[in-house]
C-alpha cells in the first residue's frame, strides 16, 4: 500500500488529493493519498506532489514546519516528486530575479534554471493545448504561471509553449508550471503515480 502525500502548505491542496485518488483507482494501484504539513507523514510517503500556490509563502512553510528535508531525503531515495505550478519553482537549482529578492529558498533537486510569473499580465491565466511527451494532447491551466527557461543535459523535456519549456522531468522528479489537478484528466497524475511501478 502506497502512501502518497500532498504537501498542504497553501494552494490548491484538496484537487490534487481528488485526482491523485482517481489516478490510482484508474490505474488499479492500492495507495492512501492525504493531505499533510507533518513532517513524519511526509518522512513515511512513497511519492510527494508540492502543489501551486504562492512559491515564496510555500517555501517559508516547509521550511518552517522541517518538511523541506524530508522531500530533499525522499528524493534523493528515488521517491516520485512532482511540484506544479509553484511547486515546480520549488524544484528548481537556479531562480530569477524575483525569487532572489525574496530571498524564497527552493529545495535544488532539479537543473532548472525557473522564472516567475514567466507569461505577464496580458496573460496570466489561460488554457491551452500541449502536447507532452509520452502523454499526448492535455488541456493545461497556466494562472500565473512560471516557466522554465533553461535546463541540463540531464533533464527530459516533456513539453514547451511559447519557447518556454513547461513540463520537464529529472529522473524520478516531474516539473509541471501548470495546473494538472485543475481539469479532469488524470493523463498526468496516473503518468507520475506509474513513476512508483519502476
Ligand atoms: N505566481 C506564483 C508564484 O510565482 C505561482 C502561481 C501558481 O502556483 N498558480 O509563486
Redesign the pocket.
Known amino acids: 500500500m502506497k502512501l502518497i502525500s500532498v504537501i498542504a502548505a497553501q494552494?490548491d491542496v484538496e484537487e490534487h488529493v481528488l485526482m491523485a485518488k482517481r489516478a490510482l483507482e484508474e490505474l488499479g494501484m492500492e495507495g492512501n493519498v492525504i493531505a499533510t504539513i507533518r513532517k513524519e507523514d511526509v518522512a513515511k510517503s512513497d511519492a510527494i506532489i508540492l502543489p501551486?500556490?504562492?512559491?515564496?509563502t510555500i517555501s517559508k512553510l516547509i521550511h518552517k514546519a522541517s518538511i523541506a528535508e524530508e522531500i530533499k531525503k525522499a528524493a534523493k531515495e528515488g521517491k516520485p516528486i512532482m511540484g506544479t505550478?509553484?511547486g515546480s519553482?520549488l524544484l528548481a537549482k537556479h531562480g530569477d530575479e524575483q525569487i532572489e529578492r525574496t530571498k524564497t529558498k527552493l529545495l535544488e533537486l532539479m537543473d532548472i534554471w525557473v522564472k516567475?510569473?514567466a507569461f505577464g499580465r496580458q496573460r496570466e491565466s489561460f488554457q491551452t493545448t500541449l502536447n507532452i511527451k509520452g502523454i499526448g494532447e492535455f488541456e493545461a491551466v497556466f494562472?500565473?504561471?512560471?516557466a522554465i527557461i533553461k535546463a541540463g543535459d540531464n533533464v527530459e523535456i516533456l513539453a514547451t509553449f511559447d519557447d518556454y519549456i513547461v513540463a520537464a522531468q529529472q529522473d524520478n522528479i516531474i516539473a509541471l508550471t501548470f495546473?494538472p489537478e485543475l481539469t479532469d484528466d488524470t493523463k498526468l497524475h496516473k503518468y507520475f503515480l506509474e513513476l512508483l511501478l519502476k
Do not use: K, L, Q, V
Open positions: 494552494g501551486g500556490g504562492e512559491s515564496t505550478c509553484a519553482i516567475r510569473n494562472i500565473r504561471a512560471p495546473h
